[in-house]
């Protein structure tokens, strides 16, 4: 009856947008246009999409490297040349009548600005975004350890990662984990278990992906409770319709635990027709340390992805499948008497259907529809007696509907709905929770108010989040729940002198306690306690604020963010003191808790072809009612680094630095500080029609011995020695 409702409530939203009037309106201006070339090469490059973000409207270069967008009212807008693999090149280019130039060079390096649809659902750059966003090209991607989405973005500015060994490793944002930080595959939820435990992995398919975008600090606006946090978008993009043939293949190999492995895909498009494959796959043993090899710390994957879309005039339709497989030991300490050795073995089966409409002349520009079924399932299994330990099913079908609105005056937006229905059951020695059915609904708006000197954005958003465990499966009582909330948002930006600006945003966000919170019971070995869950949970509430000062120039980058999180009846694992099947007993429980840091990003140019690279980060959270610091809190850490470039070749070394963390949970121990050199080394040999690169990474270079505050096995498994990692890519386009 609800789901039934809800429909009924789409169908209605759906039929009055798609009956609003048609509003005509008149173009006038003038013509912008110029030339997109390939660096190194100098080559003019066909299929690029320029778009100029304010007006979203967009042209493709001819064989000759040529664009052309005419009736372009006059104004100062963002344009961006993108390519597909290729970081985007965005310029600030100012239409006075008559005809503008504006010319582009791409670069298979990010050197500049980029562009994330993340932030607000649409295309901006990252230093007009409202929220800090950081993002990671496919180069820099497949150039870094692939075995977990957490070890390619470690130590990004904010970011850490939380692991129970190299083939589970997770983002962490401003100290924000499980539950609170949502990964997402082009912007809709993966449907996997990565939140709930310490060793459950994110099965992304990480060499596909064309970017990876972080957005730091409350997005529940667009996503919803379980972004309070912040969020992880993985995008590999296969939304608009190109003539001919493009595609990349990757291979690469590391020496310390012997990982090698690779990935190809390929697009082929006509005037309305797109259809792509991707696949990859990759295996390392054990890793080696300073202090000898971590036994059980090998990774085995495969993925594969495919589809096709229809863009017949504005309207568009695709379906896709993929699927990804995965297995990976947990490690284990060996001083022990009797070690638990165990395997996990995730596997991923997700299929997805988007529509929509694009550049409509109405009050709607654009409406874009997504239908996504994820079947997820994984088994820990002991391969000493080849007995299933436990098995969990996670099985989730969402549909979401967003609406942009024409931008009118000073005033533009995007509104939409949202909804989630989870089936979750786990069986064996860990199923801590009952088998229970999720079902959540909501509705949301972000608006924008752009002037002159000055831009405002402001939404909110209303979700419903309901859960129905089975009945007299574990031994207590365990309740339907219902949670209802707001979350809302307002942020400013003022230019502050050429190439800087001031970002303050204030979010009120609301979070439903996740099923695990409040139906486990049981030990819980991947979070190394035994759970109590509290079925009279309630839920939390944010407020936080962000402040932000930014420049971005031809010679100087940078950005300097400071937070603070308030979070009232904050969940978390409070522990008893008692020990039950050798694990600490811990409750679930509220309490008031703050979280405050900041960050710091400054690049400059040396030379026109050196640059200094450094950044900085810092959180501090604490239960407030006690005073006593959370646990996995990432301690003070920066990197330092140079980056020098010629013709076709870059070098760059780094030092990667930590402080010791000895601000600790009452259960943790400290963790000493250290700092690790690596150093890159490329060459890109780039034609007209395609472009070859040869990557060289060394890492931890001293075979320095250091350990991840954030891991929860860091006493008897360390971080990973010194070893070198080899990468050739060639993209064709």
């Known amino acids: 009856m609800q789901i039934r409702k809800q429909i009924n409530f789409i169908l209605s939203l759906v039929l009055a947008i798609t009956s609003l009037p048609i509003l005509g309106y008149g173009q006038s201006g003038g013509t912008l246009r110029g030339t997109v070339t390939l660096e190194a090469s100098t080559k003019p490059v066909h299929g690029v999409i320029v778009t100029i973000l304010q007006l979203r409207r967009s042209a493709e270069t001819n064989d000759d490297g040529t664009y052309e967008i005419q009736n372009v009212p006059n104004g100062t807008y963002d344009v961006v040349a993108h390519l597909d693999r290729v970081p985007d090149v965005v310029q600030s280019v100012q239409v006075t009548g008559g005809s503008t130039t504006a010319d582009f060079v791409l670069r298979l390096r990010v050197v500049g600005e980029q562009v994330n649809v993340s932030a607000t659902g649409g295309e901006e750059t990252s230093f007009n975004s409202i929220q800090s966003v950081t993002s990671l090209t496919s180069s820099e991607i497949s150039e870094r350890n692939t075995q977990s989405l957490g070890d ?98 990757t291979a690469f190999g590391s020496s310390n635990n012997w990982q090698g492995g690779g990935g190809a895909g390929v697009e082929y498009g006509t005037k309305s027709w797109l259809i792509w494959g991707n696949g990859s ?119 979401r509907g967003s609406f942009d609105e024409r931008k009118t005056g000073k005033w533009s937006g995007t509104f939409g709905f949202w909804g989630l229905r989870r089936d979750y059951s786990s069986l064996g020695e860990e199923a801590l929770a009952p ?184 959180v501090n959270a604490k239960l407030t009612d006690t005073n006593t610091p959370l646990p996995r809190i990432p301690p003070l850490r920066g990197r330092v680094g140079f980056e020098a470039t010629y013709k076709g070749l870059r070098f760059a070394p780094e030092a990667v630095m930590s402080k010791d963390q000895d601000r600790i949970f009452p259960t943790e121990t400290r963790t000493g500080g250290y700092t690790v050199f690596n150093v890159n080394a490329s060459y890109t040999f780039a034609q007209q029609h395609y472009a070859q690169i040869i990557s060289v990474t060394g890492f931890n270079l001293g075979d320095r011995l250091y350990r991840n505050h954030l891991s929860f096995i860091k006493e008897f498994a360390p971080e990973i020695g010194r070893g070198v990692r080899l990468t050739y890519t060639l993209r064709f386009f």
């Open 281 to 399: 796959g990759q295996r390392a043993g054990d890793y080696d340390t300073p202090i000898g090899r971590i036994t059980n710390s090998y990774t085995k994957e495969g993925a594969g992805s495919g589809g096709f879309a229809l863009y017949p005039g504005k309207s568009f339709f695709s379906v896709s499948y993929s699927f990804d497989r995965r297995r990976y030991g947990i490690p284990f300490d060996s001083a022990e008497e009797e070690p638990e050795i165990v395997f996990l073995n995730p596997r991923r089966h997700s299929v997805r259907l988007n529509a929509g409409f694009r550049e409509l002349d109405s009050f709607v520009t654009d409406a874009q529809f997504s239908l996504q079924y994820n079947d997820y399932k994984h088994e820990e299994v002991n391969p000493i007696e080849n007995v299933v330990n436990t098995t969990f099913k996670n099985k989730t079908f969402t549909y």
């Open 152 to 249: 390619v973005l470690d130590h990004e500015l904010g970011v850490a990662k939380r692991s129970f060994g190299p083939g589970n490793g997770r983002p962490v944002i401003r100290g924000f984990d499980g539950d609170r930080v949502l990964v997402l595959e082009d912007g809709n939820r993966v449907g996997a278990l990565g939140f709930q435990s310490g060793d459950h992995t994110e099965p992304i398919d990480l060499l596909s992906l064309e970017r990876l975008e972080v957005v730091k600090g409350p997005a529940t606006l667009l996503y919803g409770s379980s972004a309070i946090g912040g969020v992880v978008n993985a995008i590999a993009e296969h939304d608009a319709a190109h003539p001919g043939l493009r595609g990349y293949v």
């Open 435 to 618: 088998p229970t059915i999720q079902n959540s609904f909501a509705v949301f708006a972000l608006e924008k108010l752009d002037f002159e000197h000055i831009g405002f954005q402001f939404g909110g958003r209303f979700e419903h989040n309901g859960y129905s465990p089975e009945q007299g499966i574990v031994d207590r009582a365990t309740p339907d729940r219902s949670f209802n909330g707001f979350s809302g948002a307002i942020g400013m930006r003022v230019p502050t002198w050429k190439g800087g600006a001031f970002v303050v945003n204030y979010t009120h966000s609301y979070r439903a306690p996740a099923l695990e919170e409040l139906y486990n019971l049981g030990p819980h070995g991947g979070n190394a306690t035994f759970e109590i869950g509290d079925p009279t949970l309630r839920h939390e509430q944010a407020d936080g604020l962000d402040v932000s000062l930014r420049h971005s120039s031809s010679r100087v980058r940078g950005e300097l963010n400071y937070f603070y999180y308030h979070l009232k009846d904050f969940i978390f694992l409070a522990p008893t003191g008692e020990v039950e099947d050798g694990l600490i007993v811990a409750n679930y429980t509220q309490g008031k808790t703050r979280y405050t840091g900041a960050e710091a990003k400054f690049d400059v140019s040396l030379h026109r072809n050196l640059w200094l690279l450094s950044e900085v980060d810092y």
